[in-house]
């Protein structure tokens, strides 16, 4: 059996990547495909614990080492126990952030050696790399709003200065520039069901998905 297909959404907070996530794991089961949702930081029981520590608001003065080194953790069991077997029984797995996050939040955002964050990047994933990757672009500051208005759990990363998301933004915007073959930049500000259209067209386009 062939391995499955791997996709992942990134964008920041607000950029409705979750909601995309779920609706694409729903039209592909429609289509025939095992697909599978999963999320980071999180995906499996040990990951959702650290995933507390790293959202709690009050935990202000993690240094930007641990915090990355925390969602590696995170990241480490979420592949080993639920990526790496779904794509080995030839599923999609589609996955709300993944290590590309730590390349923008930790790497450009924080500032760390991106050397470093790709060098225990790769120890942590096993060298898993997505076969797309879907960045939902939207302006920081309307993201940001998004979540105020929205009701939505308002975490340590989302109280970081607008400076900070500014780079997010950037460093996101480099990554996608440097591998265009993986990285599709879709623009957020539309409505749900245009953008919906658009990440299934790039899906459904995409060499490594097999028709059924």
């Given at each position: 059996m062939s391995r499955g297909t791997f996709i992942t959404f990134e964008g920041p907070d607000g950029s409705g990547k979750t909601t995309q996530a779920r609706l694409l794991v729903e039209w592909l089961g429609d289509q025939g495909y095992e697909a599978l949702l999963t999320r980071e930081p999180g995906g499996t029981a040990i990951g959702d614990q650290i995933r507390n520590v790293l959202h709690r608001p009050d935990n202000v003065g993690m240094d930007p080492r641990t915090e990355f080194l925390l969602y590696s953790a995170s990241r480490a069991q979420h592949v080993?126990?639920?990526?790496?077997?779904?794509?080995?029984?030839?599923?999609?797995?589609?996955?709300?952030?993944?290590?590309?996050?730590?390349?923008?939040?930790?790497?450009?955002?924080?500032?760390?050696?991106?050397?470093?964050?790709?060098?225990?990047?790769g120890f942590a994933t096993q060298s898993l790399t997505p076969d797309i990757t879907l960045y939902l672009d939207i302006p920081p500051r309307e993201g940001l709003e998004r979540r105020v208005l929205g009701g939505e759990e308002w975490n340590r990363m989302d109280a970081e200065a607008l400076a900070f998301h500014q780079r997010v933004r950037s460093g996101y915007l480099e990554l996608a520039g440097a591998d265009p073959a993986r990285w599709s930049v879709l623009s957020a500000n539309r409505p749900l069901e245009e953008l919906q259209a658009e990440v299934r067209a790039v899906v459904s386009a995409h060499r490594k998905l097999v028709a059924k």
């Open positions: 080993s126990q639920v990526i790496l077997p779904a794509l080995a029984a030839g599923n999609v797995v589609v996955c709300d952030r993944y290590a590309d996050s730590s390349r923008a939040y930790q790497g450009y955002g924080r500032g760390l050696a991106l050397e470093m964050v790709e060098m225990i990047t």
